[in-house]
């Protein structure tokens, strides 16, 4: 809501394409690493279909470094942003395209939530 409220310019997806039984929880990270590739995969063609300009990944720990590979191979360099909180990175392709990637805001004071929201509106 705080990027748009219409929703009129987002596209919503998972990481991770599967749940464990009962859905309350995202898997742990030994059941992410038997499903990651071809959630990444997924992921990935979603990305291509998609074409984004703008991307936008809120994440925790157990998924972070596949991102980055992810994105790595779709040729998104990082790049230096004007605040650090330890967390959020940003991507940028060699025509423009871009990624942010941040932590999941449960549990995430509210000013660290709106740096990243910032970013967000001025990419």
């Known amino acids: 809501d ?3 409220r219409t929703r009129r310019r987002i596209a919503w997806t998972n990481v991770c394409k ?3 039984q009962g859905g309350k929880r995202p898997p742990t990270g030994s059941q992410w690493k038997q499903v990651r590739d071809v959630c990444l995969l997924a992921l ?3 990305i291509h279909n998609l074409s984004p300009a703008t ?3 809120a994440t925790g720990d157990t ?3 596949d991102i980055k590979r992810l994105l790595d191979g779709l040729g998104y360099c990082q790049k230096p942003l004007s605040f650090d909180d330890e967390w959020t990175r940003l991507f940028i392709t060699a025509n423009g395209k871009r990624a942010i ?3 999941h805001p449960q549990g995430w004071s509210t000013s660290n939530r709106e740096k990243v929201i910032d970013l ?3 990419v």
């Open 120 to 122: 967000v509106k001025r």
């Open 63 to 65: 998924y972070r470094s």
């Open 2 to 4: 705080m990027v748009d």
């Open 18 to 20: 599967m749940d464990r």
């Open 55 to 57: 991307m936008l990944f």
């Open 44 to 46: 990935g063609e979603e």
């Open 101 to 103: 990637m941040t932590r």
